[in-house]
């Protein structure tokens, strides 16, 4: 699966890049990246489809290398996934490399920052991840901590549920956030819902009509209930 060159360490995705084959996906590149290997190369010249559990093993794949000091590059992206990763957000993340010329990541993800005021679990039940999260969500700090710990999620799981019930002040700029993460799992296969937001938290969902888009409920229960 993985072609060493000159240029580093080369995987050449398959047509359809799903959670079928991410699994040896990561486990080959961990080996690399253990192994040595400083700069890791996804090409996606034949690959159509990407589904969320995937683009979770990229993540986990970028934080793997960032650990060891190696540098991982995207290439050849086809137009419509490039498309999903633009409208995302997911390019300010990753480098990547169109007609030999690189974009490198804007946003690391994975900076540690002393002003992060936010606490993620995660708890497991049948096939969902519920994230309970804790604290304040604001913009940048826990916003791009969050988005981490859901991308992460998303390489094992489809069903990603946010418990707010311990979420004391959510800023409008984490909604974005929030909203481009539903756009991802849910284009790629994938479902959010929400629950258990406190009044000042779902006040600011009712005001920018944040149910229409996706499904909120009051407790845990209901959402797991609910879950077709």
Same mark, same amino acid.
């Given at each position: ?23 040896? #996906? +990561? ?5 690399? $990246?253990? !192994? ?5 190369? /996804?090409?996606?010249? *034949?690959? @159509? ?35 999903? #990763? +633009? ?5 300010? $993340?990753? !480098? ?5 010329? /690189?974009?490198?990541? *804007?946003? @690391? ?35 791009? #901590? ?19 019930? *311990? ?37 600011? #969902? ?23």
């Amino acid at each position: 699966m993985v072609e060493k060159t000159g240029e580093g360490s080369i995987v050449r995705l398959p047509a359809q890049f799903v959670q079928a084959v991410s699994q040896s #996906f +990561l486990a080959s590149l961990r080996k690399e $990246i253990a !192994n040595g290997a400083i700069r890791i190369i /996804v090409d996606f010249k *034949e690959t @159509d489809l990407i589904d969320s559990s995937a683009i979770g093993a990229l993540v986990s794949i970028a934080k793997d290398a960032r650990t060891r000091g190696a540098s991982m590059y995207i290439r050849n992206l086809n137009e419509e996934i490039r498309e999903l #990763f +633009l409208d995302t957000g997911l390019d300010k $993340i990753f !480098n990547v490399e169109t007609d030999g010329k /690189v974009q490198s990541a *804007e946003v @690391d993800i994975f900076e540690k920052s002393v002003d992060i005021r936010l606490d993620i679990k995660t708890e497991l039940v049948d096939n969902v991840c519920i994230l309970h999260l804790a604290g304040v969500m604001n913009h940048p700090q826990g916003s791009r #901590f969050f988005k981490q710990q859901f991308l992460l999620a998303m390489a094992q799981y489809k069903k990603i549920l946010l418990d707010l019930e *311990e979420l004391t002040f959510f800023d409008s700029l984490s909604v974005s956030v929030v909203l481009n993460m539903n756009k991802l799992i849910k284009e790629t296969g994938g479902s959010m819902r929400l629950c258990g937001a406190n009044y000042i938290v779902n006040d600011l #969902f009712n005001t920018l009509n944040i149910n229409q888009i996706i499904p909120i409920y009051n407790v845990v229960t209901d959402a797991l209930g609910d879950w077709v």
